[in-house]
């Protein structure tokens, strides 16, 4: 009896006491196989995320040792400590004696560049904004805000992507010491100039510190352009807006009348046309458009034979965006991938003076899409592009705009005779000089 109640308690007991079958066989060589890997993985990671800490950590603390120490001073430094420790245990004089050497060399550089720099930097450029080939002058001006005699050092202003140094002698306390130096503009684009920064080092070059003064600024350098008339942009003949097809009630050229419909304004009722055939007559109206000038500039490396193609292609662009904001009237100039300020004449040419080629960048015909997507008021398109582009491509672009739109295309080939063709419907001029443009444009309005 006792027994048999002991086994039904087993078999009807709570199964934690069990232990589960492990596999066995190949099942199971697999599955150790895979959880050991599993904890390889785990313990790798946790190793490298720990050896990343540990470097970025000792890394911040070797940076000012970094920004001290040049490459020659930290050779020096390893070969000194080197032979302090091989020349103590082997006992080699000779060992010892380059050991002290280096040792006082390394003295002697810590202490050409102690000091407390007391410098009030001022970094002032004539003008922020040039066009190429106009000269460029900045002024650096270095006062010693202390009352005690500094050391001599140098100044450093990266201009661009080089650099330029300015020794500066002993300065008194309150003395100053001036700098002029010239920017080069020979081509366009955004040059930074900056910051000032003091460097003091030793003269073997082991040790270098170094103090930032000022902020960088920046210098644009606009392309050419050509100044244009209101007749020259022929293409552009309105003042107040062109007329079109399309139907308004309201508007201000007359088109015919209409019976009246519910709703109507009933300030256009035409009455002397009511009372004559007595039903209600009402204005219909021609609607006009203001002017809108869309400019598409090709920044496709593939479209240009070469630089010289390029640049002519943005002052053509410069000098009509910044003739149609003189005038006053809507302009988007467009390039691929983006679009430049055209609401002021400072943000466009600053924009100009960022862009450059870039490879494999959308086409043409995708740059036309984009800008028929963009806006619906554009009542002129202009393609500026280089000798690379296709007949082809300029016709696939200029399907791509919208009906009722009028568009040309400029293909700017240096060292060309200007000239005019079509192709289908757009009117294609050839440009080799800037000066050509007016000429091109009372072309293009006359065809």
Same mark, same amino acid.
């Given at each position: 009896?006792?027994?048999?109640?002991?086994?039904?308690?087993?078999? #009807?007991?709570?199964? !934690?006491?069990?232990?589960?079958?492990?596999?066995?066989?190949?099942?199971?060589?697999?599955?150790?196989?895979?959880?050991?890997?599993? $904890?390889?993985?785990?313990?790798?990671?946790?190793?490298?995320?720990?050896?990343?800490?540990?470097?970025?950590?000792?890394?911040?603390?070797?940076?000012?040792? $970094?920004?001290?120490?040049?490459?020659?001073?930290?050779?020096?430094?390893?070969?000194?400590?080197?032979?302090?420790?091989?020349?103590?245990?082997?006992?080699?004089?000779?060992?010892?004696?380059?050991?002290?050497?280096?040792?006082?060399?390394?003295?002697?550089?810590?202490?050409?560049?102690?000091?407390?720099?007391?410098?009030?930097?001022?970094?002032?450029?004539?003008?922020?904004?040039?066009?190429?080939?106009?000269?460029?002058?900045?002024?650096?001006?270095?006062?010693?805000?202390?009352?005690?005699?500094?050391?001599?050092?140098?100044?450093?202003?990266?201009?661009?992507?080089?650099? #330029?140094?300015?020794?500066?002698?002993?300065?008194?306390?309150?003395?100053?010491?001036?700098?002029?130096?010239? @920017?080069?503009?020979?081509?366009?684009?955004?040059?930074?100039?900056?910051?000032?920064?003091?460097?003091?080092?030793?003269?073997?070059?082991?040790?270098?510190?170094?103090?930032?003064?000022?902020?960088?600024?920046?210098?644009?350098?606009? +392309?050419?352009?050509?100044?244009?008339?209101?007749?020259?942009?022929?293409?552009?003949?309105?003042?107040?807006?062109?007329?079109?097809?399309?139907?308004?009630?309201?508007?201000?050229?007359?088109?015919?009348?209409?019976? !009246?419909?519910?709703?109507?304004? $009933? $300030?256009?009722?035409?009455?002397?046309?009511?009372?004559?055939?007595?039903?209600?007559?009402?204005?219909?109206?021609?609607?006009?458009?203001?002017?809108?000038?869309?400019?598409?500039?090709?920044?496709?490396?593939?479209?240009?034979?070469?630089?010289?193609?390029?640049?002519? #292609?943005?002052?053509?662009?410069?000098?009509?965006?910044?003739?149609?904001?003189?005038?006053?009237?809507?302009?988007?100039?467009?390039?691929?991938?983006?679009?430049?300020?055209?609401?002021?004449?400072?943000?466009?040419?600053?924009?100009?003076?960022?862009?450059?080629?870039?490879?494999?960048?959308?086409?043409?015909?995708?740059?036309?899409?984009?800008?028929?997507?963009?806006?619906?008021?554009?009542? /002129?398109?202009?393609? @500026?592009?280089?000798?690379?582009?296709?007949?082809?491509?300029?016709?696939? #672009?200029?399907?791509?705009?919208?009906?009722?739109?009028? /568009?040309?295309?400029?293909?700017?080939? +240096?060292?060309?005779?200007?000239?005019?063709?079509? @192709?289908?419907?757009?009117?294609?001029?050839?440009?080799?000089?800037?000066?050509?443009? +007016?000429?091109?444009?009372?072309?293009?309005?006359?065809?």
């Amino acid at each position: 009896m006792t027994t048999s109640g002991i086994s039904a308690g087993s078999a #009807a007991g709570p199964a !934690y006491g069990k232990r589960q079958d492990k596999p066995t066989g190949l099942a199971g060589v697999v599955a150790a196989g895979r959880a050991q890997a599993q $904890r390889g993985r785990r313990g790798w990671v946790t190793f490298a995320a720990a050896a990343r800490t540990r470097a970025g950590a000792l890394g911040r603390a070797l940076a000012p040792v $970094r920004r001290t120490f040049s490459t020659f001073g930290i050779a020096v430094t390893l070969v000194a400590a080197g032979a302090w420790i091989a020349g103590l245990t082997l006992g080699w004089l000779e060992l010892l004696v380059a050991a002290i050497v280096l040792t006082v060399t390394l003295l002697c550089a810590i202490v050409f560049v102690l000091g407390r720099f007391k410098y009030d930097v001022v970094l002032d450029l004539a003008q922020a904004r040039v066009t190429v080939g106009d000269r460029a002058v900045g002024r650096l001006d270095v006062r010693n805000s202390s009352s005690r005699p500094l050391l001599p050092s140098v100044m450093e202003l990266p201009v661009g992507t080089g650099t #330029a140094a300015f020794p500066v002698p002993r300065l008194k306390g309150g003395g100053t010491h001036e700098e002029i130096f010239t @920017i080069p503009t020979r081509r366009r684009s955004v040059i930074t100039v900056g910051p000032v920064k003091s460097v003091r080092a030793d003269p073997l070059g082991l040790l270098r510190r170094e103090m930032t003064w000022t902020n960088e600024q920046e210098v644009f350098v606009h +392309p050419r352009v050509k100044n244009l008339t209101g007749s020259s942009t022929g293409f552009l003949k309105d003042l107040e807006g062109r007329v079109t097809n399309d139907i308004t009630n309201s508007d201000v050229n007359f088109h015919a009348l209409r019976d !009246y419909v519910p709703g109507d304004d $009933r $300030r256009h009722i035409h009455w002397k046309s009511t009372a004559r055939t007595g039903q209600v007559m009402v204005r219909q109206f021609e609607e006009t458009r203001r002017s809108h000038l869309a400019v598409l500039l090709s920044t496709r490396a593939e479209d240009y034979a070469n630089e010289e193609e390029f640049e002519l #292609a943005v002052s053509v662009c410069g000098s009509l965006g910044l003739q149609a904001i003189k005038e006053d009237r809507g302009v988007t100039v467009l390039v691929n991938e983006a679009t430049l300020h055209g609401d002021h004449r400072t943000r466009l040419m600053d924009d100009l003076s960022r862009i450059e080629m870039v490879s494999r960048k959308s086409k043409l015909v995708d740059l036309a899409r984009a800008a028929s997507m963009a806006a619906a008021d554009f009542s /002129v398109i202009s393609f @500026i592009v280089g000798s690379m582009v296709t007949p082809t491509e300029l016709r696939a #672009a200029s399907a791509r705009v919208p009906v009722g739109v009028q /568009v040309m295309a400029i293909q700017c080939v +240096p060292g060309a005779s200007l000239g005019r063709h079509s @192709i289908a419907e757009l009117g294609v001029l050839t440009l080799g000089r800037l000066g050509d443009l +007016p000429l091109a444009l009372k072309k293009m309005s006359d065809g």
